[in-house]
Every structure is written in C-alpha cells, then in structure tokens.
C-alpha cells in the first residue's frame, strides 16, 4: 500500500511538472510562477508498460524520494491524495485559461500562420535562387580553374620574355654603337678623360662582339663594320701618342722619367687596348720603346763613364806599386813627399776612403764630372765606381718597375723584356770593368767595390728587383779575382824581396812593414762590416810573409841588441797601427802583441851592463823611435838593475861570504838610487814608467822599498817571472 501511495504521489508531481512546462512556454520568461523546481528525474521508468517489475519500481521510488520537493511534502505531513486532487484541478484551470488565450489571439494565430505561409514561398524562392546560385558558382569554379592555369601559363611566359629581353637588351646594347663613342674617338685628343671612357666602351664592344660571333649571333654583321673602323682610328691615335713619347726619349738633355710618367698615367688603358685588339701595333710599340731606350741608357752611361774617369786620382798603382817593391824616389808610396791630395792617392793606407761605404755617402748623389772639372777635384777609382753603379742601380730600378706595369709582365718575361733594354748598357759596363782591372793594381779600392757591389744587391732586393742579380753576380767574378791576384802578388813581392837589396839598415820601424800595417788594418776595417773568410786567409798569408821578412832584414844586423831593437821597433809600430783600425781581440793585434812582448822581455833580459846607466839611458832612446816604448824599456832595465843588485848584497849577506874582501867595495843601495834617479824617464803617460822619487824602484823590505803588488804587476808586465819576497840588505858600512 505504501508502495502504491508513494507511485501515486510521484505521477501527480510529475504531472504538475509538465503542466508548469507548458505554462513556462505560454507565459514566457514572465508566466513562471515561484517554487517551481526541476522535474523530477525518473529515468527509464515506464508506467504503462505490462512488463512492469517491482523491484524497479522500488528503485525508481527510491531515487523520487531523494528529490528535494518529495522530501518536503512528507516532512509537512501532506496528504496526497487530496494534493493530487488539487493538482488536477488546477491543471484544468491553467488548460481552460490556455484555451482562452488561444481563442483571444486567434487573429494573431491567423496573421502568424499567414505569415509564415509567406516566409515558406520567400524560403522556397530562396531555395530557388541559391539552387541557382550554386550551380552558377559550380560553373565559376570551373572557370576560375581554369583562369588559374591560365594565369600559370601567362606568368611562364611573362618570366621567359622577361629573361629573353634581358639576354637580347644586353645584347642589343653590347651591339649597338652610340653617337657619344663615335664622337670622343674620332674627335677626342687621347688624353681626354671622355676618349678614356669612350676606349673603355669600345674595348667592352668589341669583345662582346667577338663572343656573339662565336655563338653565331647574325646581328653583329651589322656593327662590325663600324666597331673595325673605330678601333682602327684608335689604335692609330695611341701609337701616334705612344711613338710621340718614345721620341721624345731621343732629344738631348732630356729628362727620360717625366714621359715615363705620362706613359704610366695611361697604362691600363692604351697599351692594354693595344694589346687586346691590335697585337701587331703593341709588339711595334714595344719593340720601339726598346730599341730607343736601349740606345739611350748606352749612349748615356757611354758618355757619363768617359767623363766620369776623367776626374780620377792622375796617379794610380801600377805592376811595380806592391808591398815589397823597393821605395824609390819614382814611386813614395809612404808619401814622404806629400804630393796633391787632389792629383795623388794612396795605395796601402784606406785614409778617408772607407767612407764610401758608409751608409750616408752610398746613397748620395752621384758625381757630376764637369763640375767636378771645374773644381779640379779629383776622386778614387771606388768612388767613380760607387757613383756609376748607384746611377745604375736606380734607373734600373725604375726600369724595371715601369716595364713590368706599362707592358704588364712578371716574372721571366720581365726579366728578358729589362735585359732587352738594360742589356746592352750592362754589357758595356762589364767590360770597362774588367778592362780596368785588367791595369789595376789598389788592393784597398778592388775591395772597397766589392762591398759596394754587396750593398747596392741588398738595396736592390729591398725594392723588389730581382733583375740585376745576375749582373752583381758578374761584377764580383770580375773584383774578387782581381783583388785575390793582386793580394797575392804582394804577398810574393813580400816573399821574394831580398833584404841586402834594399840599402842601408836601419833600427827603425821599416817602410815595408809600415805598408803591411796600413794596408792590413785597411782590410780588416773594411771585412769587419761583412766579413769574409777568404779575405781572411789571405791576410793570414801576407802576415806570416811580413813576419818571415822582419826576421829576414833581423838577421842583417851584427848584434843581437840591434836585431831586438829592429824587431822591437817594427812590431810596434804594426801594433800601434792596427789598434787604431781593427778590433781589438783581432788575431792580427793579438798575434804582434805577444810578439811585441816576447821581443821586449829579450831585450830587456840581453842588454849588457855597461860602466855608466847614462850610456845605457841614451843607448836606449837612441834605438827606439817611439818614446813611450823607450821609456818602457828604460824603467824595465832600471827595475832588474836594482833587482839584480839587491839579490847580490843578499847573497854576499851570507855566513859563509861576510869575510870576503869584496863586500868591501859595495856600494850602498842607497847611493845607487841617487844615481839613478838621474836617469828616471819623467814622461807624465802610463807606459813611460813611474815619475816618483826613486826609491819607488826598491823592491819591498828595503828602507824605502817598492810595494810588492806593484813589483809583480810590473814583471808581469814584462813577462818575466817573480822575484821572491826580498830581506832588506845588511848596510856595507
């Protein structure tokens, strides 16, 4: 029963809910009345259906009551039965008052239905319309498609004609010949900066042409013509341009650099032009160019070496100026006779010649000869020598340089086209050269031309001129056998002299040696800029050959004081001179000084004591020409003396020798040092010896005795070994 009231409750609620729902869509948003909720949610429950089951019922009837408006019905107590009562009532209510409104709005019903007819046969219009319509935008779709490929086809051609018209308007303007360039070639001087450009376009022109007529364009047939006849008119206003320069090489007294110049202003653009279009014309040019060039450079150079040896030194060496010559009054070698510095130079000194090396003097101006005529000044065969080839080497190197840009070559073409110009002034130069040395006989100035050659080929590789290695290659296989020759020679005149031939002996320092110094300390001085091994060979065999004849001339002297004093005499000078030019750890200045010091501690060791120091004083400066040596010598001589004497009072002072009579006739040191105090060398130099009171010479422990550390350093000085530490000796009353 329960059951069946509660499924009874549930239609009633459920028929009120779709009761309100018809309200709502009558009414409107406004017809709704309050406390209408959600209908209830009754699933899948089918009351009309035979094949009713409970237990879905009780399920449905289950989820009813949890409904919120279910719940508050039975929590008040409400009758059911009499609210579904009241429910249909009011339903009826609400339907007649439904059917009212529809009656009252039955015109409205009617209009709206009339009207609705009308929008029917509108839409159906429509329908007609758009019917049509789709099918006409069926149709102009197709037609778009195919505006589309249309479109397509058109673009291709469009970009083909595009790049057609571009290859044919390049084309057309390569071929076609305007006014402007007929005029500037025809016309125009070639100097012009419009026939430049103009040249430029006809040069492009014509190379187009020449490359359409390769593709077998027929179109060029038309300007060929034309472009022939203007480039013939230009190739014939250059070369006239070109000649016209190249002549102008050939005037006297012509500065050959200024058309040079103008030739490189235009060189990109005539010789260029030539070239590509009219190599007969270029090679013509060329050959030109080299011809007049060539004889130029030789008729200059010719000209300028004539006169340039016209200003040499009147007096040069000869075959019989050599080290071991005799010196004559023909020949004063050593200048005895002091000649013109103008008119007279030296053989073996080196002077102020070594500055033709010096970087100041290598790059200066070259000599003018007539002013130098006028002046009457007259220079060594190295400095005609410096001037000519400095004069070589910078118009070769321009040369050189304006042929590889002006004719655009490199490498051995520029090589063989520079030699084609320079060649002839080349050869000329070699054999003047070589035959000068052929007569050639200065040592000092054939070495001093090799060492010019060595830097004017480094000044040349600096600026990146390789073609004048084979010439400087040249020039030292002529100088350096020629100085070796002549090295050689005096070494043998050297070698050969005979000392009994050469007149009276003296103690003096030797003319021969005196040369040897010179011109020794010349080529050191000189080789120590770039040394040479060869060089250096050969002065160790001139040394040993002057050396050799030292001894020689050594042995002519009957005494052996004499010998001394000569070798003394000549080994110094050799050293002094040496000093002043060579390094000092040279072999050459150490070799003479030891022997200078090996002579010196002979001599001092055989000079014979004789009955006076004053005798011995003047003896020795009598001997040696240099006074300091003198002077050397003398205080050498005085110290052994007093050595020698000290060391015999000592030995006398022994037990076994107080009782000899002897003992008697000494002398007191004391009184010896007096005596030789007279004979003290005064001189205020280092090498002449101390100028102190004389009891400086004592050796130490005597009552005024000489420092020990200062009595060795003299006998080291003089190479002789040191004495013990002496006593003072016993007074001889």
């Given at each position: 029963?329960?059951?069946?009231a509660?499924?009874?409750?549930?239609?009633r609620?459920?028929?009120?809910?779709?009761?309100?729902?018809d309200?709502e869509?009558e009414?409107g948003?406004?017809g709704?009345g309050p406390?209408l909720?959600e209908?209830?949610?009754?699933?899948?429950?089918?009351l009309t259906?035979?094949?009713?089951i409970?237990d879905?019922?009780?399920?449905?009837i289950q989820?009813?009551?949890?409904?919120?408006?279910?719940?508050?019905?039975?929590?008040?107590?409400?009758?059911?039965r009499?609210y579904?009562?009241?429910?249909?009532?009011?339903l009826?209510?609400?339907?007649?008052?439904s059917?009212?409104d529809?009656?009252?709005?039955?015109e409205?019903?009617a209009?709206?239905?009339?009207?609705i007819?009308?929008c029917?046969?509108?839409?159906?219009?429509?329908?007609?319309m758009?019917g049509?319509?789709?099918?006409?935008l069926?149709?102009?779709?197709?037609?778009i498609r195919?505006?589309?490929e249309?479109?397509?086809?058109?673009?291709?051609?469009?970009?083909n004609?595009q790049a057609?018209?571009g290859?044919?308007?390049e084309?057309?303007?390569g071929?076609v010949?305007?006014s402007?360039?007929?005029?500037?070639?025809l016309?125009a001087p070639?100097t012009?900066p419009?026939?430049?450009?103009?040249?430029?376009?006809?040069?492009a022109?014509?190379a187009?042409?020449?490359e359409?007529?390769?593709?077998?364009?027929?179109?060029c047939?038309?300007v060929?013509?034309?472009l022939?006849?203007?480039r013939?008119?230009?190739v014939?206003?250059?070369?006239?341009?070109?000649?016209q320069k190249i002549?102008s090489?050939?005037?006297?007294?012509?500065?050959?650099?200024?058309?040079q110049?103008?030739?490189?202003?235009?060189?990109?653009?005539f010789?260029?032009?030539?070239?590509g279009?009219?190599?007969?014309t270029?090679?013509?040019?060329r050959?030109e160019?080299?011809?007049t060039?060539?004889?130029m450079?030789?008729?200059?150079?010719r000209?300028?070496?004539?006169?340039?040896?016209?200003?040499q030194?009147?007096e040069?060496?000869?075959?019989?100026?050599?080290?071991?010559?005799e010196?004559?009054?023909?020949?004063?070698?050593?200048?005895l006779?002091t000649p013109?510095?103008r008119?007279?130079?030296?053989?073996?000194t080196?002077?102020t010649?070594g500055s033709?090396?010096?970087?100041?003097e290598?790059?200066?101006?070259?000599l003018?000869p007539?002013?130098?005529?006028?002046?009457?000044?007259?220079?060594?065969?190295e400095?005609?020598f410096?001037?000519?080839?400095?004069?070589?080497?910078d118009n070769?190197?321009r040369?050189?340089?304006?042929?590889c840009e002006?004719f655009?070559v490199?490498?051995p073409?520029a090589?063989?086209l520079f030699?084609?110009?320079?060649?002839?002034t080349l050869?000329?130069?070699?054999?003047?050269?070589?035959?000068?040395?052929?007569?050639?006989?200065?040592a000092?100035?054939?070495?001093?031309?090799i060492?010019?050659?060595?830097?004017?080929?480094?000044?040349?590789?600096k600026r990146?001129?390789p073609?004048?290695?084979?010439?400087?290659?040249?020039?030292?296989?002529?100088l350096?056998?020629?100085?070796?020759?002549?090295?050689?020679?005096?070494?043998?005149?050297?070698r050969?002299?005979?000392p009994?031939?050469?007149?009276?002996?003296d103690?003096?320092p030797?003319?021969?040696t005196?040369?040897?110094?010179?011109?020794s300390?010349?080529l050191?001085?000189?080789?120590?800029?770039?040394?040479n091994e060869r060089?250096m060979?050969l002065?160790g065999?001139?040394?040993v050959?002057?050396?050799n004849f030292?001894l020689r001339?050594?042995?002519?002297f009957?005494?052996r004081?004499?010998?001394?004093?000569?070798?003394?005499n000549?080994y110094?000078?050799?050293?002094?001179v040496?000093?002043?030019?060579?390094?000092?750890?040279?072999?050459?200045?150490?070799?003479f000084?030891?022997?200078?010091?090996?002579?010196?501690?002979?001599?001092?060791e055989e000079?014979?004591?004789k009955?006076?120091v004053?005798?011995?004083?003047?003896?020795?400066m009598?001997s040696?020409?240099n006074f300091r040596?003198?002077?050397?010598?003398?205080?050498g001589?005085?110290?052994?003396?007093?050595?020698?004497y000290?060391r015999?009072h000592r030995?006398?002072?022994?037990p076994q020798?107080r009782?000899?009579?002897?003992?008697a006739e000494?002398i007191?040191i004391?009184?010896?040092?007096v005596?030789?105090?007279k004979?003290?060398?005064?001189s205020?130099?280092?090498?002449?010896?101390a100028?102190?009171?004389p009891h400086?010479l004592?050796?130490?422990?005597?009552?005024?005795g000489l420092?020990?550390?200062?009595?060795?350093?003299?006998?080291q000085?003089?190479?002789?070994?040191?004495?013990?530490?002496p006593?003072?000796?016993?007074s001889?009353g």
């Open positions: 029963m329960a059951a069946a509660t499924m009874a409750a549930a239609a609620e459920l028929v009120l809910r779709s009761g309100a729902s309200m869509e009414e948003p406004l709704g406390g909720q209908p209830l949610q009754l699933g899948e429950l089918d259906s035979d094949e009713f409970l879905e019922v009780d399920v449905h989820a009813n009551l949890e409904d919120e408006l279910v719940k508050e019905a039975l929590k008040t107590g409400v009758d059911l009499h579904s009562k009241q429910v249909e009532l009011e009826q209510q609400i339907e007649q008052k059917i009212r529809y009656i009252q709005e039955s409205n019903i209009s709206l239905h009339n009207q007819t009308a029917d046969a509108v839409l159906e219009r429509m329908e007609q758009l049509a319509f789709q099918s006409d069926s149709s102009i779709s197709s037609e195919t505006l589309q249309q479109s397509g086809a058109m673009n291709i051609r469009l970009r004609r057609v018209r290859k044919l308007g084309l057309v303007d071929l010949v305007p402007a360039l007929v005029t500037a070639i016309e070639v012009e419009r026939f430049l450009e103009q040249l430029q376009e006809l040069d022109k014509a187009a042409v020449r359409q007529e390769a593709r077998g364009t027929a179109a047939a038309d060929r013509g034309v022939d006849r203007l013939v008119k230009a014939t206003k250059i070369r006239e341009f070109i000649l002549y090489f050939r005037k006297p007294m012509t500065n050959y650099q200024i058309p110049t103008a030739l490189l202003k235009y060189r990109w653009f010789y260029q032009f030539l070239l279009n009219e190599r007969a270029a090679k013509e040019v050959d160019y080299v011809e060039l060539s004889k450079y030789l008729s200059y150079y000209s300028y070496l004539g006169r340039l040896m016209k200003v030194y009147e040069v060496a000869e075959k019989d100026d050599l080290m071991g010559v010196d004559t009054a023909k020949k004063d070698i050593l200048q006779r013109s510095l008119s007279r130079n030296t053989i073996f080196l002077g010649r033709v090396i010096s970087p100041t290598l790059e200066a101006p070259i003018v007539h002013t130098a005529q006028r002046g009457e000044q007259r220079y060594p065969f400095a005609l410096r001037s000519q080839h400095y004069a070589l080497l070769s190197c040369e050189y340089l304006f042929i002006f655009v490199s490498g073409a090589h063989d030699h084609a110009v320079m060649g002839r050869s000329m130069t070699l054999k003047h050269l070589e035959s000068y040395l052929a007569d050639c006989y200065d000092i100035a054939v070495f001093l031309c060492h010019i050659v060595l830097r004017f080929r480094n000044i040349a590789a990146d001129v073609a004048l290695d084979r010439y400087w290659e040249q020039v030292l296989a002529l350096w056998p020629r100085f070796e020759l002549i090295l050689e020679m005096n070494v043998q005149s050297v050969s002299t005979d009994q031939r050469l007149g009276g002996l103690t003096r030797h003319y021969i005196r040369r040897y110094a010179e011109f300390s010349a050191v001085s000189i080789n120590q800029t770039i040394p060089t060979q002065l065999q001139l040394q050959e002057v050396e030292v001339v050594a042995a002519e009957s005494s004081k004499e010998q001394l004093v000569f070798l003394i000549n110094d000078m050799m050293l002094g040496l000093m002043e030019r060579a390094a000092d750890d040279s072999k050459e200045v150490e070799s000084q030891q022997l200078l010091n090996a002579r010196t501690q002979e001599f001092i000079l014979s004591w009955s006076s004053e005798s011995l004083s003047q003896d020795v009598r040696f020409t040596n003198g002077t050397s010598i003398i205080q001589a005085l110290t052994q003396l007093i050595q020698l000290h015999f030995v006398l002072s022994q020798l009782a000899l009579p002897a003992r000494l007191n004391h009184h010896l040092m005596e030789l105090k004979h003290k060398p005064t205020d130099t280092p090498d002449a010896g100028t102190g009171p400086e004592l050796p130490s422990g005597s009552p005024s420092p020990l550390a200062r009595r060795n350093l003299r006998m000085a003089l190479d002789m070994p040191h004495p013990p530490s006593q003072a000796p016993a001889s």
